[in-house]
């Protein structure tokens, strides 16, 4: 058994440790605790973690591939350009089956998109037994108003009119000059008539005549009057014909500007609704570039194959274009940290971002509303072009597919741990 003396003391010396701490200890031990405070602090300062947003997108280049899709069903009647050939924008590519002589109605179109309307010599001798088929009926329409619009201009009916009024109106001055020569005569003579009558008066006065003198002079005065009378009225007739036709010459003039201009009117309406039928017809049944580029067929491969409208039946791809641009869809959770200008970080399905490494790019447009599935539509320029961040070249291929990382900011961690505590205490 222990002696009590020894546990006593040993107890004290114990107590002695445990109840006296070190100055060293206290003073170091703070100081290396706040250093090590003071270095997680500046660390999480210095350590930077960008925030992304995620989204898939779409290499394409600043002139899209133009899908054409066929706006009818039917065969295909034609296919007039070979897989992968270039074309030119307006180039017909193929025709689907239908009525009307696709060559028909292209040579009628190029007549109709090269000549005028009011033109004296449409060559209608170029257009005979066409086969038209939904078209037929505008050109005979505007064949019917061009050919009556000529037969006016080439038989003039209001000139021939016109002229034989003037003929009249010739012959009726000529009438009123004589008539006015024998008003002057006519005037004379009944002067004289009244002095015979005078004469006739004052001699039966004097009893140097007869009672029935002055009776027959008076009556010889009275018919000159009458004639005088007639000849005015006539005069007055004649002038009133003259105005007549003159106030005839203005209607017919009217009247001839009128019916020119409606034959002009329903020449051009004809024409034009021409046009319309042939931009229906191709636009139903020709399948045409509209861009420069090369045509990439995808489900056409042959004569009298059958489509559905809506069916895409092949593309053209714009030649040598290098502009490339992504587009992207954002979903519209987070969107509103998306900003133009942000960097964009691009991994392309087809090369692995391991081994190839990933597109640099920027935010160049943003959409000022979302589609009807709430997306942002955004644009992404491509400044470095298709080289990677490994300097690797990515050889282009229309509409490659890939996901995007939007960074939208870097934040430093030590702001990360503060949103989050902004978070606890803001509940």
Same mark, same amino acid.
């Given at each position: 058994?222990?002696?009590?003396?020894?546990?006593?003391?040993?107890?004290?010396?114990?107590?002695?440790?445990? !109840?006296?701490?070190?100055?060293?200890?206290?003073?170091?031990?703070?100081?290396?605790?706040?250093?090590?405070?003071?270095?997680?602090?500046?660390?999480?300062?210095?350590?930077?973690?960008?925030?992304?947003?995620?989204?898939?997108?779409?290499?394409?280049?600043?002139?899209?591939?133009?899908?054409?899709?066929?706006?009818?069903?039917?065969?295909?009647?034609?296919?007039?350009?070979?897989?992968?050939?270039?074309?030119?924008?307006?180039?017909?590519?193929?025709?689907?089956?239908?009525?009307?002589?696709?060559?028909?109605?292209?040579?009628?179109?190029?007549?109709?998109?090269?000549?005028?309307?009011?033109?004296?010599?449409?060559?209608?001798?170029?257009?005979?037994?066409?086969?038209?088929?939904?078209?037929?009926?505008?050109?005979?329409?505007?064949?019917?108003?061009?050919?009556?619009?000529?037969?006016?201009?080439?038989?003039?009916?209001? !000139?021939?009119?016109?002229?034989?009024?003037?003929?009249?109106?010739?012959?009726?001055?000529?009438?009123? !000059?004589?008539?006015?020569?024998?008003?002057?005569?006519?005037?004379?003579?009944?002067?004289?008539?009244?002095?015979?009558?005078?004469?006739?008066?004052?001699?039966?006065?004097?009893?140097?005549?007869?009672?029935?003198?002055?009776?027959?002079?008076?009556?010889?005065?009275?018919?000159?009057?009458?004639?005088?009378?007639?000849?005015?009225?006539?005069?007055?007739?004649?002038?009133?014909?003259?105005?007549?036709?003159?106030?005839?010459?203005?209607?017919?003039?009217?009247?001839?500007?009128?019916?020119?201009?409606?034959?002009?009117?329903?020449?051009?309406?004809?024409?034009?609704?021409?046009?319309?039928?042939?931009?229906?017809?191709?636009?139903?049944?020709?399948?045409?570039?509209?861009?420069?580029?090369?045509?990439?067929?995808?489900?056409?491969?042959?004569?009298?194959?059958?489509? !559905?409208?809506?069916?895409?039946?092949?593309?053209?791809?714009?030649?040598?274009?290098?502009?490339?641009?992504?587009?992207?869809?954002?979903?519209?959770?987070?969107?509103?940290?998306?900003?133009?200008?942000?960097?964009?970080?691009?991994?392309?399905?087809?090369?692995?971002?391991?081994?190839?490494?990933?597109?640099?790019?920027?935010?160049?447009?943003?959409?000022?509303?979302?589609?009807?599935?709430?997306?942002?539509?955004?644009?992404?320029?491509?400044?470095?072009?298709?080289?990677?961040?490994?300097?690797?070249?990515?050889?282009?291929?229309?509409?490659?597919?890939?996901?995007?990382?939007?960074?939208?900011?870097?934040?430093?961690?030590?702001?990360?741990?503060?949103?989050?505590?902004?978070?606890?205490?803001?509940?």
């Amino acid at each position: 058994m222990p002696d009590n003396t020894e546990i006593e003391l040993r107890s004290e010396e114990v107590q002695e440790i445990l !109840t006296r701490i070190p100055h060293w200890l206290i003073r170091w031990g703070s100081l290396i605790i706040l250093l090590i405070l003071v270095l997680m602090l500046f660390v999480s300062w210095m350590i930077k973690y960008p925030d992304t947003i995620q989204a898939d997108i779409i290499i394409t280049t600043q002139v899209p591939p133009e899908k054409i899709v066929a706006k009818s069903s039917g065969k295909i009647g034609a296919i007039l350009v070979q897989n992968n050939e270039e074309v030119i924008s307006g180039t017909a590519i193929a025709i689907i089956e239908n009525p009307a002589n696709y060559k028909d109605i292209f040579l009628l179109k190029s007549i109709t998109d090269t000549i005028s309307p009011a033109s004296p010599g449409f060559p209608f001798e170029k257009l005979e037994k066409l086969q038209l088929g939904d078209v037929e009926s505008m050109f005979e329409a505007f064949q019917k108003e061009y050919g009556a619009c000529q037969l006016n201009k080439k038989l003039q009916p209001f !000139t021939i009119e016109k002229n034989a009024n003037d003929v009249e109106a010739v012959r009726l001055k000529e009438r009123l !000059t004589l008539l006015e020569s024998q008003k002057a005569f006519s005037l004379t003579e009944l002067e004289l008539l009244k002095s015979d009558l005078n004469r006739a008066e004052v001699l039966h006065k004097n009893g140097g005549a007869s009672s029935q003198e002055p009776d027959k002079q008076k009556l010889a005065y009275v018919q000159g009057q009458k004639n005088y009378q007639s000849l005015l009225g006539s005069i007055s007739q004649l002038k009133s014909e003259i105005n007549d036709l003159g106030r005839n010459v203005k209607n017919w003039q009217i009247n001839e500007t009128k019916e020119k201009m409606d034959l002009e009117h329903n020449v051009l309406r004809s024409f034009n609704l021409l046009k319309k039928a042939i931009r229906d017809w191709d636009s139903n049944y020709v399948l045409r570039a509209s861009i420069d580029g090369k045509v990439s067929f995808l489900q056409l491969w042959s004569k009298n194959q059958t489509v !559905t409208a809506g069916d895409h039946c092949c593309s053209v791809i714009p030649l040598n274009e290098k502009n490339y641009i992504g587009k992207l869809k954002a979903r519209s959770q987070n969107s509103g940290k998306i900003k133009v200008g942000q960097d964009v970080k691009i991994r392309v399905n087809n090369y692995p971002d391991r081994e190839f490494g990933v597109i640099n790019g920027k935010v160049k447009n943003i959409s000022l509303i979302p589609d009807k599935e709430g997306n942002l539509l955004i644009d992404v320029a491509l400044p470095e072009g298709l080289d990677t961040s490994y300097d690797r070249k990515i050889d282009f291929q229309q509409e490659m597919q890939g996901t995007a990382d939007i960074i939208t900011e870097d934040l430093r961690l030590i702001e990360r741990l503060l949103y989050q505590f902004r978070g606890i205490f803001s509940r």
